[in-house]
């Protein structure tokens, strides 16, 4: 089973900021969040990933709280190609990745 | 990033026939690698785990007779759906580690449709 909560579905505007959330409750000490997001018919993409530190690349930010009970996946400015289901993952090194629903994501013009 | 390319995208078969699907990692040396299967409107299941000269290692519920795995090399591994019935029409994606490559993140293929007639 996932060990992560994401909502079912969120809307942004496009050019707005999308902030996704992900409760992962139980996360243990060794285990990494990582988020994905699955374009229709398409193989999932990885975006980010991270333990402690909130981290940065040219796709996203994330944002884990101080205890790594939930984190957020930012988007800075959504375009309509950011239209996907997107999936926050708790996993350690060696272990399976395990998707949830996710979150179905809809840029709006 | 890391490079996973699957072949075909989009198969239809007879029911009865079998189907080979091809998942490459084209820049990098993968000794597992990892296939799902996502039916319409539902998240990726994990079917198996596919080990470099070894024998597969399979999900509970997955026949491992009806889903041959082969890894025969660091870069190619293969799916076989033998006796193909309509409810195998699935995505079926699969997936790799590039273990030299930070801290463990995977890469996915394209995916394969197939439509079982």
């Known amino acids: 089973d996932a060990k992560t909560t994401q909502p079912t579905s969120m809307d942004c505007a496009e050019g707005r900021a999308a902030n996704l959330p992900c409760n992962h409750s139980t996360i243990s000490g060794n285990e990494y969040v990582y988020w994905y997001r699955q374009i229709h018919s398409q193989g999932p993409q990885y975006i980010i990933h991270?333990?402690?530190n909130n981290e940065t690349n040219e796709m996203a930010s994330l944002i884990i709280t101080e205890d790594r009970k939930s984190s957020t996946l930012i988007l800075p400015h959504a375009t309509l190609r950011d239209t996907a289901v997107y999936y926050c993952?708790?996993?350690?090194?060696?272990?399976?990745?395990?998707f949830g629903p996710g979150t179905r994501l809809s840029v709006l013009p | 990033g890391a490079v996973v390319s699957q072949h075909p995208s989009r198969v239809i078969c007879k029911s009865g026939t079998s189907v080979k699907i091809e998942c490459r990692s084209l820049?990098?040396?993968?000794?597992?690698m990892f296939w799902y299967r996502q039916f319409p409107k539902q998240s990726l299941m994990l079917m198996a785990t596919s080990n470099e000269g070894s024998k597969a290692t399979y999900e509970q519920g997955v026949e491992k007779d009806k889903f041959l795995i082969n890894h025969a090399s660091l870069t190619l591994s293969t799916l076989t759906v033998t006796s193909a019935h309509p409810e195998d029409s699935s995505f079926y994606i699969c997936?790799?580690?590039?273990?030299?490559?930070?801290?463990?993140?995977?890469?996915f293929g394209e995916g394969s449709r197939l439509t079982v007639l």
């Open positions: 820049d990098f040396q993968a000794t597992t």
């Open positions: 997936s790799a580690n590039p273990g030299s490559v930070g801290s463990g993140e995977l890469f």
């Open positions: 993952i708790v996993r350690d090194y060696g272990q399976n990745f395990v």
């Open positions: 991270g333990l402690k």
